[in-house]
């Protein structure tokens, strides 16, 4: 979604980025890519630009003022995962499943690896602040979560979450982590007092894999520090019609 809230960005396996008004049901821009298929779109803050990942090892700029493609950058020696802004919106940050997170200038395409996990990558969430770069990722064949605070330079205890990982996204104030899995969604509290993250909420009401998880965007920071008083437990043995 757009920063404005006005548009929603959608991609499949036709290739094709489709650019919808969110107050209609019909596509206002359509940007079709010459690569393979495109795994994560991000609006730039000022909603000028769009950066795409996807299977072609590719991370590509759209101007959707102009409709048009900007520049392909190339690096990555596998599929992208996720792509991130910056808060200026000059430095795109993108996480691959050749386990290597890179940082580029949007403007010339220069870039520089801040982490190489060695290992290939089945999920990455990135979260670009205006002093630091967080980064949580989870290796194939693996069911610890792996995080650095920093340019990749301060790795924390890995998280063992127990349970087949596919999908992970830090909330808007960084002290909260959403982990999605087989049948299963955790989240992950920073406590300052321990300096540790702790697990505060485990829901088992799904009936198969967890792709997909992301933070509502209204949540202010505020709130989101509120949730350790509201949001505690296991519901392992709730029914799945009681949530």
């Not at 094709?16 to 730039?44: H, Q």
């Not at 769009?50 to 090892?57: F, R």
């Not at 770069?133 to 610890?144: F, H, S, Y």
Request: glycine share 10%; proline share 3%; with cysteine.
């Amino acid at each position: 979604m757009s920063p404005d809230g006005l548009w929603i960005a959608t991609s499949g396996p036709d290739r094709v980025i489709k650019i919808w008004s969110a107050e209609t049901d019909v596509p206002e821009i359509v940007l079709r890519c010459r690569g393979g298929r495109i795994s994560s779109l991000v609006f730039s803050p000022d909603g000028q630009w769009i950066a795409s990942g996807g299977e072609d090892n590719t991370v590509r700029l759209w101007d959707v003022l102009l409709r048009t493609p900007g520049l392909a950058l190339h690096g990555h020696m596998s599929s992208i995962l996720v792509v991130v802004f910056s808060h200026c919106g000059q430095l795109v940050v993108s996480g691959s499943e050749d386990g290597t997170v890179r940082i580029w200038k949007a403007g010339t395409g220069e870039s520089r690896v801040i982490l190489d996990a060695f290992h290939h990558a089945r999920a990455i969430a990135l979260r670009y602040s205006p002093s630091n770069i967080q980064i949580a990722l989870v290796q194939t064949g693996n069911d610890r979560l792996k995080l650095w605070d920093g340019y990749g330079e301060n790795a924390s205890v890995p998280l063992e979450c127990g349970n087949w990982l596919d999908s992970i996204a830090f909330s808007h104030c960084g002290r909260w982590i959403a982990v999605g899995g087989d049948q299963c969604v955790k989240l992950w509290k920073w406590i300052d007092v321990t300096q540790k993250w702790e697990q505060k909420l485990k829901m088992n009401y799904f009936y198969g894999r967890v792709w997909g998880i992301a933070w509502r965007p209204d949540n202010s920071d505020e709130n989101q520090n509120e949730l350790s008083d509201d949001i505690q437990g296991d519901f392992s043995d709730k029914g799945r019609d009681e949530i």
